[in-house]
């Protein structure tokens, strides 16, 4: 089966600047400058692309919110469109 994989806008950016570094358009300093990061984490970023594709992009505190906080479907909140995951309260 196929895993969807939703990127916010600051997501859909770093992939945009890493696919230029792949593709040789960039360097790996132009792209940490675009982005506002330190050449070092724009490496560190480039390997985990390089390594998980797209979805070594998503931030870390992203994962599925039913694993972390299981809720009836009563408790659903509508999330945000830019959001990958469904926000859960806490049964209670």
């Given at each position: 089966?196929?895993?969807?994989?939703?990127?916010t806008?600051?997501?859909?950016?770093?992939?945009?600047?890493?696919?230029?570094?792949?593709a040789?358009?960039?360097?790996v300093?132009?792209?940490?400058?675009?982005l506002?990061?330190?050449?070092?984490?724009?490496?560190?970023?480039?390997?985990?692309?390089?390594e998980?594709?797209?979805?070594?992009?998503?931030?870390?505190n992203?994962?599925?919110?039913?694993?972390?906080?299981?809720?009836?479907d009563?408790?659903r909140?509508?999330?945000?469109?830019?959001?990958?995951?469904?926000?859960?309260?806490?049964?209670?």
């Amino acid at each position: 089966m196929e895993e969807r994989l939703t990127l916010t806008s600051k997501e859909l950016k770093r992939l945009r600047a890493l696919e230029l570094v792949e593709a040789e358009r960039m360097t790996v300093t132009e792209a940490a400058r675009l982005l506002g990061i330190s050449e070092r984490q724009c490496w560190r970023m480039l390997a985990r692309y390089r390594e998980q594709g797209a979805a070594g992009l998503v931030h870390g505190n992203r994962r599925d919110a039913e694993k972390v906080n299981p809720a009836s479907d009563s408790a659903r909140v509508p999330a945000p469109p830019e959001l990958a995951f469904d926000v859960r309260l806490a049964a209670g």
